[in-house]
């Protein structure tokens, strides 16, 4: 029996999502192509994630046109792709029809593995995405979310597999996305599933808090036959081993990988003049950092939250923040932070500490979680908790989406004639907002991807285009000083310009309109609630959906108002009943603390 290691590459996807938000435009990954066929590796991980967002959102690419060309590009290659079972690659969890259809159209257009995982490890989400690979004849990869609580044990992930490699998956993957695993936690968990199941293990750990490569040595020590790598001018860090280091840690011993080191350098070399071009996207979160061993919050999410904190004038919380994680986590059964739950767990921490009191706010994600709309929680969740998020509604027993009714005709029906292919339909399924106004400016031609700023000299600084005009300055807010780069321009439209800036070096987007445009108008002008009957929020954000109109009369607790902050929702009460008198804020609306948003007359 070989010992021969397989090597599944993520330079594509996981490395550039990882190190440089996902900014990494086909453009830049065709023309090494021909290298990376040739190189032999078992496969290319090279689509889904958060690459399919970031395409529409920022790059104005069509994910699935993507997917075509590196299909094209790479014949005698695998393509993978990594897949939120039934939440696709959003943030709901989506009817059969639709994740049939995606894994369907996924497959037709060029994916050959599929990584298939579910944020609770409630294998019940995996089912229709696992059964609709098989349909398609292609790998369906059963995944572990790993991570470490009371109810997270070697056993309890033992079971998972079980029963994945029951539901017919090809093979089982340990997805560390935190960088959680130990060497020796690696070693022992790998040689209990080899005991346990006939199914080959792969091992994909990322690199926070530099332990990656030592757990990939051990598990392939104990029986694991695939490991996932980056090059090495997009690895470590939050990302993961270096593909030469491992390829030459290897070489010559029962478990050579037989790849050609010097071809890997030569692609090397390329992807280190490539990441040189989207420098305003590089991060000071993605270095190695072991504090992820203690709090388990991945770099992605600590960034995300230090930008909210700054939003608040209240950075210095920072560390609050990342005491409150592991307790809210623990009140919701411990679930593994990886999307959407590290989302929904990191923002209600947050909620608690800057509200001054524990869930005194609670967002609507958490009540859908503790209701059971995600699935089975890991653990036992706090039932306190439970009825003051849920009262007694009633709890969902069942897997989620055996409650949602098909959904492909009415999506059909709701973008319309924008709609070319079916393949359009879905990318308006993932993501409504984006997915739409996506489609509507292919049609209109004015698809306007972010500006890349020119390399900056050693020793200069780069300019804004090419006017000169400097992109990095230091501003001072309320004592505090914060580093900001314009890190590109878009086309101006409709009188709006966006910018793309980079505080302190986290990735934000903003939108400049003409002044004459705010003069006098509540969105910049509104005042600071002071009565009982004056609606506000406690936490910056945008609006979602105003559920009233003037002249309704609301109870005390009514929910008038939906906001959004760091992709989680929260419903915003009335203090008092009354008659709505005034409202200031319409859907998209960015909203501060304390501004007036609602004025009800008692």
């Not at 539901?167 to 040689?191: F, H, N, Q, R, W």
């Not at 792969?202 to 051990?218: E, R, V």
């Not at 290897?250 to 040189?276: C, H, M, N, P, W």
Request: charged content about 25%.
């Amino acid at each position: 029996m070989s010992n021969k290691i397989f090597v599944t590459d993520t330079i594509l996807r996981d490395a550039h999502q990882s190190l440089l938000a996902t900014r990494m435009r086909t453009e830049d990954m065709l023309p090494i192509c021909d290298k990376l066929d040739k190189v032999g590796y078992w496969s290319l991980e090279v689509w889904g994630g958060a690459t399919f967002d970031a395409c529409v959102r920022f790059l104005k690419e069509d994910p699935w046109e993507r997917l075509r060309q590196l299909r094209a590009a790479l014949p005698n290659t695998r393509l993978q792709m990594l897949l939120r079972g039934q939440n696709l690659l959003g943030y709901r969890h989506y009817s059969d029809d639709v994740v049939k259809a995606f894994v369907a159209k996924a497959a037709v257009n060029g994916i050959d593995v599929f990584r298939i995982f579910d944020a609770m490890n409630d294998v019940r989400n995996l089912r229709v995405a696992i059964e609709a690979v098989k349909a398609a004849g292609k790998h369906a990869q059963g995944t572990i979310a790993y991570t470490t609580s009371p109810v997270h044990t070697t056993e309890a992930f033992v079971a998972q597999a079980k029963q994945m490699e029951a539901m017919g998956c090809d093979s089982v993957a340990i997805k560390d996305m935190a960088g959680l695993l130990t060497p020796y936690a690696t070693g022992e968990l790998v040689k209990a599933l080899k005991a346990e199941i006939g199914l080959p293990i792969f091992i994909h750990s990322h690199d926070t808090a530099g332990l990656a490569a030592m757990c990939q040595l051990k598990a392939i020590e104990n029986g694991a036959s695939h490991i996932d790598t980056a090059i090495s001018s997009f690895a470590w860090g939050t990302s993961h081993p270096g593909t030469e280091s491992m390829v030459a840690a290897l070489k010559g011993s029962e478990y050579d990988t037989g790849l050609d080191l010097a071809l890997l350098q030569e692609i090397g070399l390329y992807f280190y003049a490539v990441r040189k071009k989207y420098h305003q996207f590089e991060s000071e979160f993605t270095a190695v950092d072991t504090r992820v061993q203690v709090n388990q919050v991945p770099g992605g999410m600590i960034s995300n939250l230090a930008n909210q904190l700054k939003e608040q004038g209240a950075l210095n919380r920072m560390s609050e923040v990342l005491a409150e994680i592991p307790r809210v986590r623990e009140d919701l059964g411990f679930p593994p932070l990886v999307t959407p739950t590290s989302q929904i767990v990191g923002t209600q921490a947050f909620f608690n500490v800057l509200a001054g009191e524990r869930y005194k706010t609670i967002t609507n994600e958490v009540k859908l979680y503790l209701q059971g709309g995600y699935g089975k929680a890991p653990g036992v969740v706090n039932e306190q908790l439970r009825r003051q998020a849920i009262g007694n509604e009633e709890l969902i027993d069942v897997r989620p989406a055996d409650l949602l009714k098909p959904e492909m005709v009415k999506l059909r029906g709701e973008i319309g004639a924008l709609a070319k292919s079916e393949e359009d339909v879905l990318t308006y399924a993932m993501f409504p907002d984006i997915g739409r106004k996506f489609l509507e400016e292919r049609a209109a031609g004015t698809l306007a991807p972010e500006v890349l700023l020119p390399i900056p000299e050693a020793g200069g600084v780069s300019s804004a285009g090419g006017e000169g005009v400097p992109t990095e300055f230091v501003i001072d807010v309320h004592g505090e000083s914060y580093r900001v780069d314009i890190t590109g321009v878009g086309v101006k439209a409709e009188g709006k310009r966006h910018f793309y800036l980079s505080i302190d070096g986290m990735p934000e987007e903003v939108v400049f309109e003409p002044l004459n445009q705010f003069v006098g108008g509540a969105s910049s002008k509104r005042k600071q609630a002071s009565e009982p009957g004056h609606v506000s929020t406690a936490m910056p954000g945008n609006i979602v959906d105003v559920l009233v109109k003037v002249g309704d009369t609301v109870k005390a607790g009514q929910s008038v108002l939906i906001t959004e902050a760091m992709k989680m929702e929260t419903e915003v009460q009335a203090a008092i009943a009354g008659k709505i008198l005034l409202i200031h804020v319409i859907k998209g609306d960015r909203v501060n603390p304390g501004e007036i948003l609602i004025e009800i007359e008692a």
